[in-house]
């Protein structure tokens, strides 16, 4: 199967390491990996702040850059979503799989080689949770999943502390994180304040684009919980 | 537009943090109740699916409906009329309390007169309207608009209540005992109920079928209120309407669920006819409702029962206050609406969320609310509601997505300037690095990676 | 009549492809133990319950009770999903009575308690033959109430301040 790399823009500027991990693990599961150059963004900030019609040609580049793979996989919940609602319209072509989904539902991974050792606060964001269906949030009365957290789960050395409210959103929200700066730090500082709480040293998630308005706060504060994307605690060699 | 922003209101509200938490953490503790509340309904998620159902057949055949309705309606007593918009609405109502030499008005909740701003109209004219739901009773002393739908006061503090009370109703000052206060209003009250020359309330379900209509109330005002007075005028939106008595019970088991987590309001009263030689008015209101009926995007949001869930749940709602919403209904839905009936007025409470979808998957009737906002955000840019400036910006970002070299160089451009703005002097130029740092630089972006790491190997 | 028109044009013009009406097809909750739902409905939305043998073993109970501006009435549909007891206009001295006096007293029979609210819905429309409803009825979920300051829950808001139903086991 050829699994096409998705690595929106700001993983590719700011958290290499997680393209990195992504790729590693659809290696080592004996995908063959194609990274499609040129990749830009993929045109959801323009789409979520109302001006959608602006991402025509930017969807027909991703078209593009993507044919002939039969998956297109990433390490963003968030972007993924974009990719199948906004870009390829739910149309046939190649399927589009946040990388944890991908894993369990076409990999059917059941166990995980990874060396982490440590206390995980488990960020399931919104879009990836509700949007990309990774897991079953509590407004719905449906049984508890999470594929994050099953993956997390595989590792021997991950302890997985709970966090109240763990299914509220963190405030990042693309542009709204600037846009209603008041409100989203204030979400941000909810969660951190949570985090905190539940006694973690890592915040874990499938996007960083939640992760990096977490550590922003982080950083700013002076805490010293680190955040990491999932991928990087599921194949992490020490 | 004459009000702030969302987003200023919204800062404003926050000053107060320990307010902002005790306001956030109530109706959280609501959205529990509502889910321990649903835990106990066996099969929530059909009665979800039928509701929508339900009321996607009917606004799909709103006419049919709205027609028997009106011929039952008829045959029952009731006085029908029909109000295109807000004005005419308030017209009619006012003509009927004119007629009968009305001076005392009884009120209870009706979103739709606040939609209307029926209250100042009536006011005007010289009748008095008193709003007999404790809470929209307290604002009204406070000449303050409600700021949920469901709980018009939680915005205030029991000081508060009680500093009112003791102005307009002269109770013991520094008195903060709920039960006190809630006995001093509903002594006066009482009296307001038994002096009323009419009524008015809103409709919560009107059945076509036999031209019944349903009010919810926990505290038995709408009631005290339309079979005391001679005159009862029940107003509703036109979506209000449902086929059959049969699905009553779909919709009230899913509404105080999901509005308190009560299993049912303390009443839920059916009237169908009124008492003989009292007089029994319906309003039926367009307002807006089949412009949007006309619209395939929006259409679904005419689905709402009105029971405040996506606003209990809503991360934004909580910690920015109703009044920040700046309209009648407030929240995702009331974000979702008002644009709809003035884009320039309301143009920016779509973008007050995050799209995190919570109100789409509480929401009892399956309004998608979250895919509504972002339809709603398009609309928005296309009727030319945003400044030059960041349409610029827009389509200069969007030129730049199919130009890969030229994105690169400015994405690192980007992150060295994104570095500099997390430094101390220049952190209050962004509203990103006002409050968070940006991350620092990797040695390289995963492309630079890939390219040594694959492409220099071949 | 032209917004009445105007209306319904608005509407024909929107016209879309009629959603086909569904019938609910969830499972109507077969409660197996109807009563101790009821009762625990009950206790959640503040009715008190006392058990009596019969109606007029209700009566005596009524008759000594200490409450001014209490009102004894009967009610012949309870429902456990909720705690609530239907009234219409024949069992009622007046519409405002349930609502105007301070303490409200209903006589039940157990045998009358259905499970849910379809339950509830099925029998009225048997009584009523079909939608042929009455002027008025109402459900009634225990007494007046509102937490509308500071969600502090307080009974007695405009309605009833008590109610107590007393239900005949047999």
Known sequence: MRVGLFIPCYVNLYYPSAGIATLRLLEKAGCEVVFPKGQTCCGQPLSNAGMHHLT????????ELFSGVDYIVGPSASCCLHLREHVFEWSEGPQIFEICAFLTDVLAMSEMESDFIGTVAVHQGCHGLRGMALGQATEEAAPFFSKPLAMLQM????????????????????????????????MGNDKVQRIIQSGAGYIVGTDMS????????????????EVKHITEILCYES | MNHKSHASSAAEFLEDSARVSWHDDTLWWIRAKRDKAVDTVPDWEALREAASEIKRHTLSRLDTYL??????????????????????????VYNILSQHHAANVVKSKSMLTEECHLNPYLEERGIQVTDTDLGEYIVQLRHEPPS??????IHLKKKQVSDTFHTHLNTDPGNLSPDYLTAAARDVLRKKFYEADAAITGINFAVAENGMLVICTNEGNADMGMHLARIHIACMGIEKVIPTVEDLPVFLRLLARSATGQASTAYTSHIRKPVPGKELHLVLVDNGRTAMLAQPHFRDALKCIRCGACFNTCPVYRRSGGHSYHTSVAGPIGSVLSPGQNMAAHGDLPFASTLCGSCSQVCPVKIDLHGQLWHRRQEINQAGYVNGMKKLTAQGFAWLLTRPRLFRLLLNFGGKAGRLLSKRPFRRLSAWTRHRDLPSMPQARFDSWYNKQYEQQK | MSSRNNILKAIAAARYPAVSRQAYSGSISEETNALAAFVDACQRNGSEIVSVEDRNHAMAYFQVQPDTEALLLESRLGVAENGAIWLDEASLPGRDAPFACLHLFAVLSARDIVASMHDAYARLQMWYNGPDFPGFGVFIAGPSKTADIEQ?????AQGAKKQTILLIST
């Open chain 2, 67 to 92: 027609m028997q309705l009106e011929t039952q309606a008829i045959q029952n007593g009731i006085h029908v009329h029909w109000a295109a918009n807000a004005e005419e609405h308030n017209r009619i």
């Open chain 3, 152 to 156: 502090t829950l307080v009974m007695g």
């Open chain 1, 155 to 186: 590792i021997k050395g991950v302890r997985i502390v709970e966090t109240d409210r763990w299914d509220e959103c963190c405030g990042f929200g693309g542009t709204f994180s600037v846009g209603e700066e008041a409100i989203s730090v204030r």
């Open chain 1, 210 to 225: 939640c992760l990096m308005h977490l550590q922003g706060l982080l950083l700013r504060q002076g805490h010293t919980i």
């Open chain 1, 56 to 63: 025509g040609e930017a969807s027909r580049h991703y078209r």
């Open chain 2, 148 to 153: 949920h739908i469901v709980l018009p006061a």
